[in-house]
């Protein structure tokens, strides 16, 4: 099925199987594909908005109003990270647990609060308590990828997925474009003093957070089929008990389509269609069910954690998004240093285009590693696709670490270049999460954000132990991820034997 403009309106194909989508229908709110797909980037979106609202006013009016330090800053921007890695660990096996839906909009409730209690901080170590709470939002990015990875099948997860976290990045860049619009307009327009006026700023965003919240739980679904606890209804045959949880387990091939009525489960015959024959051995009924996600336990989750797939993933992520949120965090001071014409304003602005470049680079990394899956059925090389572009980001952060810094159209530039492959390499990293352990999609998926966050906090130590020298930190962030890129490349995609994912 070619692409056409329709395909973003109107209500998708369904897989008959796993009845999962089989296109992303992008404006389509009224299809419960569309809405979960809405809620999952908007709710991203709105949550890294939250999460980092304090770096665009904290070069300096943030810093003067609480007097802080160049370490005291960084030091609140680990503790930000760190609860984002703690919250993301456990986000994970709550999404195994009680569906990704709830588990997304309790977070973003947790977050919602500390966002409004920013006005109260008064000094450096009330900061950073609050940005350690406010972290937390950070952790609906999990279910925020196991949602989509629910709705939308293997043709098109990797697209749903990188779209849904790149449009969800974007509230990164968009903060530093918001966040002082909002400062400028209370301090002028208002006639509210800079230190009162950052306070209210933070109103913005608490508001948008909850409500956010309140339509995810009352708006949307579960599940194609509706709620949780009844997930393992969509694949003919399964019942809650014989959910197969390792990879050796044999599922018996049926024809048959459970259905609920009257409280009693029946069984109705479903005949294959003519799509269903043509897709052959990946949309089988044994692949189904071993895709069907179980709740987690110590014995299902141990081979997952300690599997070198898992490491591989986790690994590449710890680069792309750990590398992504350090920069985040200092860009602005780096632009502001280097570029002091542009003030707290512009400078933020600048550094915003590398967060909102999101909107494409990320998805991009995940349409190509949808389109290498459909041509080539290659999990190699869609394995590959993910240490090239990481590769890749490594070789851009050593030159703009060792350039001229002060060369604007130049840092500009290379800025840019270095963005579409370091964020390309998350939507190429969530491409190939789907096809790995998918009957633990949540603590697969919790473990590689987690990662993700887990890079962030180290190479922002590295950004805080070299001080303002940001070209030195970032060429040692690009050796990282050379390193770590090529230590990892020789592991096979996914483990021999696994049922489902392909």
């Known amino acids: 099925m070619g692409f056409t403009l329709a395909i973003l309106f109107k209500a998708p194909k369904i897989n008959p199987i796993n009845h999962k989508a089989r296109s992303i229908p992008v404006f389509n709110p009224i299809d419960k594909y569309g809405r979960a797909f809405f809620f999952s980037w908007w709710g991203f979106f709105i949550a890294f908005w939250g999460w980092y609202t304090f770096p665009p006013l904290m070069s300096i009016t943030i810093k003067k109003d609480l007097n802080l330090s160049a370490d005291e800053i960084s030091n609140s921007n ?36 500390p966002t409004a209690m920013a006005g109260l901080v008064t000094n450096a170590a009330g900061l950073m308590v609050l940005r350690f709470f406010v972290g937390i939002l950070g952790a609906v990015f999990v279910p925020c990828q196991v949602w989509t990875t629910g709705f939308f099948d293997k043709n098109v997860v990797g697209s749903a997925n990188a779209l849904a976290g790149g449009w969800g990045n974007a509230g990164g860049g968009i903060t530093y474009f918001v966040m002082p619009v909002i400062f400028d307009s209370l301090v002028h327009g208002q006639g509210l003093t800079p230190t009162q006026a950052w306070r209210v700023a933070f109103i ?4 948008l957070i909850t409500a956010t919240a309140i339509g995810m ?51 109705q015959e479903q005949q294959p269609s003519d799509e269903e ?11 189904a069910r071993g895709e069907i996600i179980q709740t987690p336990s110590i014995s299902e989750a141990l081979p997952v954690i300690f599997s070198l797939q898992t490491l591989t993933l986790t690994a590449a992520y710890f680069c792309s998004f750990g590398g992504e949120l350090a920069l985040n965090s200092v860009l602005g001071a780096y632009y502001l240093k280097n570029f002091p014409k542009l003030g707290q304003t512009l400078s933020g602005r600048w550094a915003s285009m590398y967060g909102l470049l999101n909107v494409i680079t990320r998805p991009s990394g995940g349409f190509v590693g949808d389109l290498i899956y459909k ?3 290659s999990f190699w090389l869609k394995k590959m696709w993910i240490h090239f572009v990481g590769i890749s980001t490594g070789i851009f ?66 950004f805080r132990y070299n001080g303002t020298d940001y070209a030195r930190a970032i060429w040692i962030c690009g050796i990282l991820h050379i390193a770590m890129n090529l ?3 020789w592991i096979r995609p996914i483990p021999k034997g696994q049922i489902g994912g392909r």
């Open 375 to 377: 041509y080539t059925h």
């Open 277 to 287: 024959i043509q897709v052959g051995e990946i949309e089988t009924i044994t692949c």
């Open 78 to 113: 680990i503790l930000a990270l760190t609860a984002t890695l703690v919250a993301r660990a456990l986000a994970g096996p709550a999404c195994d647990r009680w569906g990704p839906r709830k588990v997304y909009a309790s977070f973003l409730l947790m977050g919602a609060l």
């Open 397 to 462: 952060l050593i030159v703009i670490g060792l350039k001229d810094p002060h060369h604007q159209p130049t840092m500009f530039g290379l800025i840019a270049g270095m963005a579409f492959f370091h964020e390309a390499g998350n939507g190429a990293n969530f491409a190939l999460v789907p096809h790995v352990h998918p009957f633990a999609n949540g603590i697969l998926s919790g473990l590689t954000g987690a990662a993700g966050n887990l890079g962030g906090v180290i190479f922002a130590i590295i």
């Open 217 to 267: 739980l009352t708006l949307a679904e579960d599940t194609p089929i509706g709620t949780w606890s009844n997930r393992h209804l969509a694949v003919p045959g399964t019942t809650a008990v014989d959910i197969p949880g390792l990879i050796a387990d044999k599922a018996t091939n049926t024809n048959e389509s459970p259905t609920e009525s009257d409280g009693k489960l029946k069984i």
């Open 204 to 207: 913005v965003p608490f508001i």
């Open 487 to 489: 230590s990892v490349i």
